[in-house]
């Protein structure tokens, strides 16, 4: 028989999204998230939730109604209920304005008691089946075009509720286009840049709301452990990484994400400690350092500085020899052979190394490939890894 690596990927070339009906009832039993807001993504989620995939039929006060796929049918108390408004009038306005945008449709039954909606465009984005059965709004999942989402999204101010659907949304996973994304899932709002790093005036422009408040809604979320918010220095801006995505949307098991490890990937600037401070700190080093002598660009006590900056991250990633005091770290130039294999890929002035961990004088357990870049304020003893 033969084998297969199975890869999970989530694409950002892919025009749809998947999105679980778990999920999505799990947010609206949420009540500490707020749903107030003008954009209507929570709103058009909360229908495309219930839309049936296959017809199915429906008693409701003893009156039975046919529902086909793309349709529901409920009580406006029903409804008021999913949208979270005070008052019933209120969520009939809701389906006004999304009925103005083209993306559903609906109409009164019962004497303006019951409502059936259509979702406009479902057999273009859905499979629709064709037998008759009941269909379960707690299992399964139904597909949201990208499009769609984006411009819901810019139509009015979002609500916290539009805003976590935005990031879910907007995730990519292990996609090559996009920087961070093979570590984890991470946010990137599709600007062409392949960059993650966004600032807080970007998206509070893309929400409608105020950088303050956009500040404030981040933590909220990272508190409530939906996101994890990576926020660095000067102008660099902020990365987004969502929790519970892989076991939500792949059954699996989720990833633990390290700023450490994002900052190398993304290439952001570690900024190395002063030549006096490193001499003072070596004597209290734990592990064994080897530097070869053909790295006379990065001085050993640099050296040790990065190797601390990788210690954390993969010691995060589960590699635990670096909380062993019998490792030792080997550090050496690569051959002439493998520069020219990444010569296209390397910047002006890079130092690209070996690094090769070993438990006491035995063979190496792991090895890695470094690469420190010079920055504009390499000369005042910056750098980045």
Known sequence: MQSYQLEIKQLVDYPRCRIYRQFIQNLMADRSIRTSGGS??????VLCNYANFRTSYLRIDGIGYTVYPGEWICTVKELSAWFRTRFQCQAVSI?????KRHL?????????????YKIRDWKKHNTVLDYNCPCQKETGFFFMPVVVATELVSAG??????????????????DSQVQGSEIGPVVYLRNGSGSPLVTYSEMAVRWGISKATTGRVLKKLADMDYISLMSFPGRTGSVIYLHSYLSTMFQIS???VDKEEVAMVLKINITLPDETDSQADSAITEHEV???????????????????KMAQVLDAQGISCFQCPKSIYKLYSLSDACREDYISHIQKGAV?????????????VYTFELTLSPTEKDREGGARA
């Open 40 to 45: 209507g993504l929570f709103y058009y989620t």
């Open 95 to 99: 389906l006004d304005e999304l009925q």
């Open 104 to 116: 559903i449709s609906y109409l009164f039954l019962d004497r303006g008691k019951v409502i059936k």
């Open 157 to 174: 101010r979002c609500s916290e509720m539009d805003i976590l659907l935005d990031l879910w949304m907007s995730a990519v996973y292990n």
């Open 254 to 256: 989720d990833v633990l």
């Open 290 to 308: 080897c530097v070869s002598e053909e790295l006379s660009s990065v001085s050993k006590s640099n050296m040790e500085a990065v190797i601390s």
């Open 352 to 364: 690209r190394f070996g690094m090769a961990v070993s438990c006491g004088e035995d063979k190496p």
